[in-house]
């Protein structure tokens, strides 16, 4: 088969099933996002009832306090007889009045408990003490009729030696949610139960049979009873100890409307999807050409450099300066990788091979080896494997990256006085974790299928902050995985791990390898010293010492001979920085504005947006584009900022932390930012007292939303 047809073949997979996963999660998305709206609405109408059956709660309790009171007034000094009490009852609106003596027993009324009322909450014996003036109960089943609902509202006599007890039924109960039910077709049937899970009342829809679970949802809503402290509640189980008194309203809610919308939209999808997967298989034949041409183009370029060691060539590369074509931005890297390679060389030979210049041109040589390595055997598998793109450019980069920093560190002017001839690397506050699981992956990348590579303890989100050279560190971990390989050969088994211990980061690098003799363990971290390797230039563990005992850590080993060798690296760590923000705090209403030149970034954003709700998103792909629309955007108060620092062409125009600078953003902007540690980016951030999200934690940030609750 043909390599262009498997380009086409692999291309068009790739895309047919990024739109069927797009497709899909959007479908979900708007199926979650249909059903969460469906159900809000049924939420809303039992809210608004609970809340009248509330205030109708309020209204009848002080009723029944009314009556007790006019009871009080009258029956002082007098006999009232039954009828009397029942005259009263009529009068005052209430369902029932009776008298009770000192000792709790009924004396007299139109109804009688059938138990002691003293038995039913020992905190009514102050009603005749004077310790208590007034007792009340939310509606409960009656002791004598569970089968009645009623409020319970007690109060002494003015001599405090009888209980005047007030009850209230409440026939409503069944009216409101017959109201509810019959104001929504949808809706099968609403409940009201007490604390303890007993009925209050309950209505089923007329002319609706029972539907099984799957076709009907379950709506309920709990609201405290007006009475907070009920002590009847707690002696007759019907609440817990110390725990509030809490009507749960539920609505039996039809799902068939839901399901009709649902696929009605599924329909429309159906449709769309065909309709892009079509588009994607045109976009795959052309993809396909433009990508097999750019990869052998600078494939072949990086042959032909490689095999002349001639750093002056160059990769042809587009001339539009606003070109976002990975692979040409990937050709621009290796274009000032090799410049910078370039003039170090030439700096090499002027320097006429003196023993510091041999140093730092064998240190080169052993820095830039690993990562070199790396960025070839991604270009070939970038071209035998299309659908790694992405993560073959990531490890490109990284590697660039990497041999980029070690050329300009090793090719600066420095004192021919000092011990050291290699300049000292800016310490930068970052992501320590991270920086060592980038060379770990190159790692995995280049060995071969004989050898076995073990990574565990690394966090797929990054966390671990620590001040360290960033450039030698790498190289110092690299070294030791290098020496680790090579040592054992082709049957190495090499393991990476990573744990905290309280304030320190260790990193564990053991090899299935011969061992080092005791005689010379203590050598091997001598400049020049080597054992085992017959091309080893003794730098390796050398500059790995120097590069962890900089940063206030230290390294350790130890060997078994025919068992093998564990180094050990033990790092400080630092408290993760205040200006580091793993939350972005919206209010409902708010507006988040993003502006990021990539994609996937602003899909990411998309979504957390989406699953939050009652807040949205504006999405600018370029920090000049949301310059210019500033103006439009009215009252600030209304936006929160998620700026990236490069959108686009942010490097020759504005930057994200300008953009706060100008626009006095503040506390309301954060800076999404993969220039997390540039100590340049850091300063400004704590000066403008804003805060920055790290990108590689963009899928540890979740929006905090504040909603202010209204009575």
């Given at each position: 088969?043909?390599?262009?047809?498997?380009?086409?073949?692999?291309?068009?997979?790739?895309?047919?099933?990024?739109?069927?996963?797009?497709?899909?999660?959007?479908?979900?998305?708007?199926?979650?996002?249909?059903?969460?709206?469906?159900?809000?609405?049924?939420?809303?109408?039992?809210?608004?009832?609970?809340?009248?059956?509330?205030?109708?709660?309020?209204?009848?309790?002080k009723v029944a306090v009314n009556a007790a009171l006019v009871v009080r007034e009258r029956a002082v000094g007098s006999k009232v007889s039954e009828q009397d009490f029942s005259r009263l009852s009529k009068e005052l609106h209430v369902d029932g009045i009776s008298i009770s003596n000192s000792k709790g027993d009924f004396v007299g009324g139109d109804y009688s408990e059938s138990k002691n009322i003293f038995d039913l909450c020992p905190a009514y014996r102050g009603l005749t003490t004077g310790k208590s003036e007034l007792q009340q109960t939310p509606l409960l089943p009656d002791v004598k009729d569970p089968s009645m609902m009623a409020w319970f509202t007690l109060?002494?006599?003015?001599?405090?030696?009888?209980?005047?007890?007030?009850?209230?039924?409440?026939?409503?109960?069944?009216?409101?949610?017959?109201?509810?039910?019959?104001?929504?077709?949808?809706?099968?049937?609403?409940?009201?139960?007490?604390?303890?899970?007993?009925?209050?009342?309950?209505?089923?829809?007329?002319?609706?049979?029972?539907?099984?679970?799957?076709?009907?949802?379950?709506?309920?809503?709990?609201?405290?009873?007006?009475?907070?402290?009920?002590?009847?509640?707690?002696?007759?189980?019907?609440?817990?100890?110390?725990?509030?008194?809490?009507?749960?309203?539920?609505?039996?809610?039809?799902?068939?409307?839901?399901?009709?919308?649902?696929?009605?939209?599924?329909?429309?999808?159906?449709?769309?999807?065909?309709?892009?997967?079509?588009?994607?298989?045109?976009?795959?034949?052309?993809?396909?050409?433009?990508?097999?041409?750019?990869?052998?183009?600078?494939?072949?370029?990086?042959?032909?450099?490689?095999?002349?060691?001639?750093?002056?060539?160059?990769?042809?590369?587009?001339?539009?300066?606003?070109?976002?074509?990975?692979?040409?931005?990937?050709?621009?890297?290796?274009?000032?990788?090799?410049?910078?390679?370039?003039?170090?060389?030439?700096?090499?030979?002027?320097?006429?091979?003196?023993?510091?210049?041999?140093?730092?041109?064998?240190?080169?040589?052993?820095?830039?080896?690993?990562?070199?390595?790396?960025?070839?055997?991604?270009?070939?598998?970038?071209?035998?494997?299309?659908?790694?793109?992405?993560?073959?450019?990531?490890?490109?980069?990284?590697?660039?990256?990497?041999?980029?920093?070690?050329?300009?560190?090793?090719?600066?002017?420095?004192?021919?006085?000092?011990?050291?001839?290699?300049?000292?690397?800016?310490?930068?506050?970052?992501?320590?974790?991270?920086?060592?699981?980038?060379?770990?992956?190159?790692?995995?990348?280049?060995?071969?299928?004989?050898?076995?590579?073990?990574?565990?303890?690394?966090?797929?989100?990054?966390?671990?902050?620590?001040?360290?050279?960033?450039?030698?560190?790498?190289?110092?971990?690299?070294?030791?995985?290098?020496?680790?390989?090579?040592?054992?050969?082709?049957?190495?088994?090499?393991?990476?791990?990573?744990?905290?211990?309280?304030?320190?980061?260790?990193?564990?690098?053991?090899?299935?390898?011969?061992?080092?003799?005791?005689?010379?363990?203590?050598?091997?971290?001598?400049?020049?010293?080597?054992?085992?390797?017959?091309?080893g230039s003794g730098l390796g563990l050398f500059q790995a010492k120097r590069a962890v005992e900089w940063c206030g850590g230290k390294i350790k080993i130890e060997s078994k001979v025919n068992e093998g060798t564990t180094v050990t690296l033990i790092i400080p760590v630092e408290k993760t920085p205040a200006w580091s923000s793993d939350q972005v705090s919206m209010k409902a209403g708010q507006t988040l504005i993003v502006a990021d030149d990539d994609p996937t970034i602003l899909s990411?954003?998309?979504?957390?947006?989406?699953?939050?709700?009652?807040?949205?998103?504006?999405?600018?792909?370029?920090?000049?584009?949301?310059?210019?629309?500033?103006?439009?955007?009215?009252?600030?108060?209304?936006?929160?900022?998620?700026?990236?620092?490069?959108?686009?062409?942010?490097?020759?125009?504005?930057?994200?932390?300008?953009?706060?600078?100008?626009?006095?953003?503040?506390?309301?902007?954060?800076?999404?930012?993969?220039?997390?540690?540039?100590?340049?980016?850091?300063?400004?951030?704590?000066?403008?007292?804003?805060?920055?999200?790290?990108?590689?934690?963009?899928?540890?940030?979740?929006?905090?939303?504040?909603?202010?609750?209204?009575?």
């Amino acid at each position: 088969m043909r390599f262009s047809t498997k380009i086409f073949l692999t291309t068009s997979a790739v895309s047919c099933a990024g739109v069927l996963a797009v497709s899909g999660s959007v479908y979900e998305i708007s199926k979650q996002l249909y059903t969460r709206q469906y159900r809000h609405l049924y939420q809303e109408r039992l809210e608004l009832v609970a809340r009248e059956f509330v205030a109708l709660e309020k209204v009848y309790q002080k009723v029944a306090v009314n009556a007790a009171l006019v009871v009080r007034e009258r029956a002082v000094g007098s006999k009232v007889s039954e009828q009397d009490f029942s005259r009263l009852s009529k009068e005052l609106h209430v369902d029932g009045i009776s008298i009770s003596n000192s000792k709790g027993d009924f004396v007299g009324g139109d109804y009688s408990e059938s138990k002691n009322i003293f038995d039913l909450c020992p905190a009514y014996r102050g009603l005749t003490t004077g310790k208590s003036e007034l007792q009340q109960t939310p509606l409960l089943p009656d002791v004598k009729d569970p089968s009645m609902m009623a409020w319970f509202t007690l109060v002494p006599t003015k001599d405090h030696s009888r209980v005047i007890d007030v009850r209230i039924h409440f026939d409503e109960v069944s009216q409101m949610l017959h109201r509810l039910a019959n104001d929504e077709s949808d809706i099968v049937g609403v409940s009201l139960h007490g604390s303890s899970g007993i009925l209050l009342g309950e209505v089923k829809q007329a002319g609706l049979a029972p539907s099984s679970s799957n076709e009907n949802s379950k709506i309920s809503v709990m609201v405290p009873a007006s009475v907070s402290d009920c002590c009847e509640c707690r002696f007759r189980k019907l609440v817990a100890e110390g725990e509030p008194y809490l009507y749960k309203f539920t609505a039996d809610v039809s799902l068939h409307g839901l399901n009709q919308a649902i696929a009605d939209l599924k329909s429309r999808f159906v449709m769309i999807v065909s309709l892009l997967l079509l588009a994607s298989l045109l976009v795959s034949v052309w993809v396909s050409r433009i990508l097999l041409r750019k990869i052998l183009l600078i494939r072949g370029a990086v042959d032909t450099i490689a095999a002349s060691k001639d750093f002056s060539q160059t990769i042809p590369v587009s001339s539009n300066p606003g070109s976002k074509d990975e692979l040409n931005a990937l050709a621009i890297h290796f274009n000032r990788m090799f410049s910078t390679m370039q003039d170090a060389q030439d700096e090499l030979i002027e320097a006429k091979k003196t023993e510091a210049r041999a140093a730092v041109a064998a240190q080169v040589a052993h820095d830039i080896r690993s990562p070199l390595t790396s960025m070839t055997l991604a270009l070939n598998q970038l071209q035998t494997t299309p659908a790694k793109m992405a993560e073959m450019i990531s490890i490109l980069s990284h590697g660039i990256s990497r041999v980029n920093g070690i050329v300009k560190r090793l090719s600066k002017k420095y004192n021919q006085t000092q011990q050291d001839s290699a300049p000292v690397e800016a310490p930068r506050l970052t992501l320590v974790d991270k920086l060592l699981f980038d060379v770990a992956q190159e790692h995995a990348l280049k060995i071969p299928t004989t050898q076995r590579f073990e990574i565990s303890g690394f966090d797929p989100i990054p966390g671990i902050w620590a001040v360290v050279q960033v450039t030698e560190l790498q190289t110092a971990l690299s070294n030791i995985l290098n020496n680790a390989f090579e040592a054992v050969g082709a049957q190495a088994i090499v393991r990476l791990s990573c744990s905290l211990d309280k304030n320190q980061l260790l990193v564990s690098i053991q090899d299935n390898g011969k061992g080092i003799p005791n005689e010379i363990i203590t050598r091997v971290f001598e400049r020049e010293f080597t054992s085992g390797k017959a091309e080893g230039s003794g730098l390796g563990l050398f500059q790995a010492k120097r590069a962890v005992e900089w940063c206030g850590g230290k390294i350790k080993i130890e060997s078994k001979v025919n068992e093998g060798t564990t180094v050990t690296l033990i790092i400080p760590v630092e408290k993760t920085p205040a200006w580091s923000s793993d939350q972005v705090s919206m209010k409902a209403g708010q507006t988040l504005i993003v502006a990021d030149d990539d994609p996937t970034i602003l899909s990411a954003w998309r979504q957390k947006i989406e699953s939050v709700g009652k807040v949205s998103i504006r999405e600018f792909s370029t920090i000049h584009n949301l310059d210019e629309s500033f103006t439009s955007l009215g009252n600030l108060e209304n936006f929160v900022f998620v700026l990236d620092q490069y959108a686009s062409d942010g490097r020759e125009g504005i930057t994200g932390i300008a953009l706060i600078e100008k626009h006095a953003l503040g506390s309301r902007a954060y800076l999404s930012t993969s220039e997390f540690d540039d100590p340049a980016i850091q300063d400004k951030v704590k000066l403008l007292k804003t805060r920055m999200i790290p990108k590689p934690r963009l899928a540890a940030v979740n929006i905090m939303l504040s909603i202010t609750l209204k009575d």
